[in-house]
């Protein structure tokens, strides 16, 4: 998917831009396929693997030898809409904006749209730092795909944030940007994320829900005037901590129904059931009794109207 990713950063209706492309000792054919794109704002680097609890090396090597003032993220899975650079890079007219951002298209394997996520950005227009500050203390809604960041800013504090056992970089980052300055966000598909069976099925989707404690230490760092002013409390992130571990943990049952495995999508679902609110208690519940009927839950999924998993494998 590298070819499709360059491809969509050079068709770009603005065209001053460089791509610094780390290759993490990947056994595929992605240096071949970068060498056949012989633009110099192309800049290739391969290192010897070091793997997801490492990634925010790489992108911390690629920001130090960057040289615009802004940085765009897209992994090498993704790709971009033609008029992405040009409408973002007008939002930090302001010194105020740190980080600009919109919605993503999700994608299949093969590229087909599924869902955009966020459906609706207008409750992010015309909101103040403290209003974004405790709505991402309680769920990521930034698609990294879509974000685009102030240079300085991300310097300021350090660079792209990775703590120990969190296996990805953009929410920790963000959630240290709020301290910085402003987010931007633009109503339009500003990205695009392509998903993957094993990306739904990997036990990673538990490791993720897990990391969410980093918003707990964010908040537990805040000046405490900040942090009474957000009116939550740490017991308010643990309950949507909670809610998200069971929610992971729902999820991985569910692929099991549909990949078949009956007996090890049960294991699943009653640790959602122990870690659940109601809504998802009921599911998981709906969930076991599909698993010894040997029968999947995408026909609930049709019937709320919701993306079906079945999409992405």
């Known amino acids: 998917f590298i070819g499709q990713c360059i491809e969509s950063v050079l068709a ?9 492309i780390i290759d993490d000792g990947s056994t595929d054919r992605t240096g ?11 800049k290739y680097i391969r290192q010897d693997n070091i793997g997801i609890w490492r990634l925010g090396e790489s992108y911390n090597e690629a920001l130090q030898i960057s040289r615009g003032e802004l940085i765009a993220v897209l992994e090498g899975d993704d790709f971009w809409p033609p008029d992405k650079l040009e409408k973002q890079i007008s939002a930090f007219d302001r010194e105020e904006v740190v980080l600009s951002w919109g919605k993503a ?6 590229g087909k749209i599924i869902y955009i996520s966020p459906n609706n950005l207008k409750w992010f227009r015309n909101r103040g730092r403290e209003e974004v500050l405790r709505k991402l203390l309680l769920q990521n809604f930034i698609p990294a795909c879509t974000a685009m960041c102030r240079k300085d800013a991300l310097l300021s504090m350090g660079g792209f944030r990775q703590p120990d056992g969190v296996p990805y970089v953009d929410y920790p980052t963000w959630l240290e940007l709020t301290l910085v300055g402003e987010f931007y966000a633009i109503d339009n ?3 695009y994320w392509r998903r993957h069976k094993e990306q739904s099925s990997s036990v990673r989707i538990k490791q993720m829900a897990e990391g969410t404690r980093c918003s707990i230490d964010l908040f537990e760092r805040l000046p405490k005037e900040l942090r009474d002013s957000l009116d939550i409390s740490v017991n308010h ?7 998200n571990v069971a929610s992971a943990y729902f999820a991985l049952g569910r692929v099991a129904l549909l990949e078949g495995k009956w007996k090890e999508a049960r294991p699943n679902f009653k640790r959602a059931i122990e870690k659940g609110n109601f809504p998802t208690r009921t599911k998981a519940l709906l969930g076991i009794v599909c698993s010894y009927v040997k029968i999947n839950l995408e026909w609930a999924a049709l019937l ?3 993306p079906r998993l079945s999409k992405f494998l």
């Not at 992130?237 to 809610?243: D, E, I, Q, R, S």
């Open 12 to 20: 770009q209706t603005y065209q001053n831009w460089e791509q610094i």
């Open 32 to 42: 071949e396929i970068v060498a056949r794109y012989e633009d110099e704002r192309i």
């Open 105 to 110: 298209a999700i994608t299949n394997s093969d």
């Open 189 to 191: 598909v500003m990205g």
């Open 237 to 243: 992130l643990l309950a949507k901590h909670k809610y």
């Open 304 to 306: 709320m109207r919701r």
